[in-house]
């Protein structure tokens, strides 16, 4: 049973922090499964005959049905409500993963995984929450999106090696049952009972603010109110350049990011580290990236997103630094700073992916805008787990990927100044164009 608008009303504390909590519990799952993949991939090389490159091209093709249905998610949220697409995806995703334990070629992989369960898996995918929650916050955005996705760290903290010792233990077909089970049991239920699309329909304001009070928070230091006040739709937004430059930052850092998780737990293993070890490697840097997104997205409200983001990616820099000069000296303390930088860094991206696009085009066009951002993210993520597989088949060395990798940290930078989230970022507005009916 679900609660009643009364009883919510009766509690002291804003509603808006159990959405976040929905939020984190179910990125937990959507990463946290996504980043299974690593582990998965070594026990299938190990099973079949299948190449490097064929095999992480599985990973690719989910990140593609991504691409594609994420602009369809965002925009059934926004006119449907959030329950009656995510509950559905659950159900699609849960199916996806316990058909994946029957599958005997690399084609029902793709299929299975690629295609059905990478469809289900979009529902719970940061496309969702970010349009839930931009409807909830509006000064505290950045702590509220950084607490949310803190649950991809989280997940992959717990996922990783809860699977690795699940395959070590009975084998990666029952490890696939498994994860359908939790999510059936856990995350069908939050959301079913909890999630909610918008204050209003609890009587309440974004922030928790009460009707007639006037927020605490100053003033930011610059704002184009011209541009705050644009009830943004898709087709106004892509006849701007900082619509452009958002999709590119965004797509150059998440090839980045999955350049590392999809690839870093065999060059581990290929260094000589075990793969029980390689994959508690993976977690730690899991858990570092939960408190680091917090602090991210709480540092983007005090002093910018541009200046956060700028800070979080010299420390994917360093960590994927780090990997080369193992690869190169062969010193395994090496490890311990891939674990710390690369960890912080993680944790800025999906903050300020969510917060930026949220301070950029605020509007009743917001979640088709934001699953275009998604997929354009999902083409990225595709090509960072696809490239260093075919650069390790033509090479037999990830040196080239990771160096293409931090090239591309440096470029992100570039054009996260180039959008300018400070120049529209407006925090103290009580009410936004996305909340008028």
């Known amino acids: 049973m679900s609660l009643s608008k009364r009883e919510i009303r009766l509690w002291h504390f804003y509603y808006g922090w159990i959405i976040v909590g929905v939020a984190m519990v179910s990125m937990a799952f959507w990463f946290g499964i996504r980043a299974t993949f690593s582990v998965f991939y070594v026990a299938l090389l190990e099973e079949f005959s299948w190449s490097r490159g064929d095999t992480a091209g599985v990973q690719s093709m989910a990140l593609i049905t991504y691409t594609i249905m994420a602009p369809i998610v965002g925009g059934l949220i926004d006119r449907f409500g959030p329950r009656r697409i995510i509950v559905p995806g659950i159900l699609l995703l849960a199916s996806g993963l316990i058909l994946c334990s029957s599958i005997k070629t690399l084609g029902q992989f793709y299929l299975l995984y690629g295609v059905l369960m990478a469809t289900g898996v979009t529902s719970i995918a940061i496309v969702s929450y970010t349009v839930i929650l931009a409807h909830w916050f509006e000064r505290k955005r950045g702590l509220a999106n950084g607490i949310a996705v803190s649950g991809i760290g989280l997940g992959t903290f717990i996922f990783v090696p809860l699977s690795q010792y699940c395959i070590s233990v009975w084998g990666w077909r029952d490890t696939f049952v498994i994860l359908g089970g939790l999510v059936l049991i856990i995350l069908l239920s939050v959301n079913t009972l909890l999630l909610r699309h918008k204050p209003q329909e609890l009587g309440l304001y974004p922030d928790g603010i009460k009707e007639g009070e ?147 085009f605020q509007g009743r066009g917001f979640g088709l805008i934001y699953g275009i951002l998604e997929g354009v993210i999902g083409i990225g993520g595709a090509l960072g787990a696809w490239m260093p597989g075919f650069i390790f088949d033509k090479t037999q060395s990830y040196q080239w990927a990771f160096g293409l990798a931090a090239f591309m940290t440096i470029a992100s930078c570039l054009f996260v100044w180039l959008a300018a989230p400070r120049k529209v970022h407006d925090t103290s507005r009580k009410t936004k164009i996305m909340d008028r009916d």
């Open 214 to 360: 006037q927020p605490k928070d100053g003033q930011p230091e610059a704002m184009d109110l011209a541009w705050s006040e644009t009830d943004w739709t898709f087709k106004s937004a892509l006849r701007t350049g900082r619509f452009w430059y958002l999709m590119i930052f965004c797509f150059l850092a998440v090839i980045v990011i999955y350049t590392i998780l999809v690839h870093h737990v065999r060059f581990l293993v290929d260094q000589g580290i075990d793969k029980t070890t390689a994959a508690l490697i993976f977690s730690l840097a899991g858990i570092i990236s939960v408190a680091f997104r917090i602090f991210w997205g709480w540092l983007s409200d005090l002093i910018g997103r541009e200046k956060t983001y700028t800070l979080g990616a010299m420390s994917i820099f360093l960590g994927v630094c780090s990997l080369i000069l193992l690869a190169i000296f062969g010193d395994r303390q090496l490890v311990y700073p891939f674990i710390i930088f690369f960890g912080a860094g993680w944790g800025v991206t999906a903050p300020m992916f969510m917060s930026i696009a949220a301070d950029l």
